[in-house]
């Protein structure tokens, strides 16, 4: 069976940057709370029209075919990873088989919210490896800045997230040693709602029971998404930021641990850690537990904050272009979030 290899890899960020000190605008918020908490100095904003989940994902897609030496319309297959979709439906993967003006390959939307991009990857990997497709555009991309609470009511969010994209193409590995050793999918919806955006959905928890056997068949209707809800700020995301912190730092080293045991290696092994750009506090709490150096670690939060299914790919992309990552070193991705999922992959570049 054939390893599956990382043949090209790109990025896109928004010129627009938006600093700590812009938020404070908005909210009750400083440089130094944001910077202390997470590490995030500034993040990317998308342009408000032009630009759009799946516009920032074709830019970040048309590097990595370019540098794979192929063209659009030799990927045969698409899977996508976002949180934040153009539409509720259809995805994002129709879109960009659409705006690349590809053949009618089939296309698949991930939504596993911070590990979505290394879950992508797993689901790609597994296609090559059965023989099923040759060249796989996977991506991960986040226009976050159209879906916060902007106000002081949702800080502990908003100071967050920043928008952007990254995009692979895998291919059959060339040789036996390369490629993608494993990849690790773990989940525990035990605490679905502590990170969650609870609207819009088909649950009926905003409202109490009595209210909705009270609704007509046409308030019935509205319960997807209706005006109450959002004078009630219920459109964003809720985070408990203490309970999320507490378990991204036991399951990140776990799942990192799970790649390297499964491939028989050691930490020190490893070239380049690629974590989830969830918070710098958490990435750096998981270099010391792993007994990790600070150069083995890569992170970008600073200047891009948390993108989500993006992070992963884009951080990828940058250590690639500084020139950290070459032939045969062992490049280890991880990602933790919403769900909660929990992700690795282990590369042999
Ligand atoms: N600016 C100023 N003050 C703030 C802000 C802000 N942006 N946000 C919250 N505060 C205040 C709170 O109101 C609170 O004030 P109070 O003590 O008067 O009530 C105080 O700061 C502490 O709030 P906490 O939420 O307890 O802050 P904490 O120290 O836990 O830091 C943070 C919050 C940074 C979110 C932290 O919990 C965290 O990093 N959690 C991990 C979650 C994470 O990384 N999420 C990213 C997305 S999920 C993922 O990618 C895995």
């Given at each position: ?136 555009l996977v ?70 029971s009595q ?36 378990k991204a ?101």
């Open positions: 069976m054939p390893k599956s290899r990382i043949a090209g890899i790109g990025m896109y960020v928004p010129q627009h940057v938006v600093s700590n000190n812009d938020l404070t605008s908005y909210m009750d918020t400083s440089d130094e709370w944001i910077q202390e908490r997470t590490g995030i100095k500034e993040r990317r904003y998308a342009h408000r029209t032009q630009e759009t989940t799946t516009t920032m994902g074709v830019e970040a897609a048309k590097i990595a075919i370019d540098r794979a030496g192929i063209t659009a319309q030799d990927i045969d297959f698409i899977v996508f990873a976002t949180l934040s979709p153009d539409y509720y439906f259809p995805g994002c993967g129709v879109l960009v088989q659409r705006a690349m003006k590809m053949g009618e390959i089939g296309a698949l939307d991930v939504r596993n919210q911070c590990s979505g991009f290394v879950y992508a990857l797993s689901v790609a990997d597994q296609f090559i490896k059965s023989g099923m497709y040759k060249n796989i991506i991960g991309s986040e226009k976050h800045s159209f879906g916060l609470d902007f106000s002081t009511r949702g800080r502990n969010v908003s100071v967050i997230f920043g928008d952007g994209a990254g995009a692979v193409v895998l291919q059959p590995a060339e040789d036996e040693e390369s490629g993608i050793l494993s990849t690790h999918l773990h989940s525990d919806g035990e605490s679905a709602e502590i990170l969650a955006m609870y609207n819009p959905g088909t649950h009926a928890n905003y409202w109490t209210q909705v056997a009270n609704f007509d068949e046409a308030e019935i209707g509205q319960m997807f998404m209706s005006h109450e809800m959002i004078d009630n700020a219920q459109n964003f995301p809720f985070m408990d930021g203490p309970s999320v912190f507490k730092v036991v399951k990140f080293p776990e799942v990192i641990m799970e790649a390297l045991n499964t491939n028989g290696y050691k930490p020190a092994d490893i070239k380049v850690l690629i974590p989830h750009q969830a918070n710098l506090r958490i990435a750096q709490f998981v270099q010391q537990k792993l007994g990790l150096r600070e150069e083995q670690v890569y992170n970008n939060i600073q200047k891009y904050g948390n993108t989500t299914a993006a992070s992963v790919p884009i951080a990828l992309c940058e250590a690639w272009q500084q020139g950290m990552i070459e032939k045969g070193d062992l490049v280890c991705l991880a990602a933790f979030g919403s769900g909660f999922t929990w992700a690795s992959a282990l590369i042999k570049w």
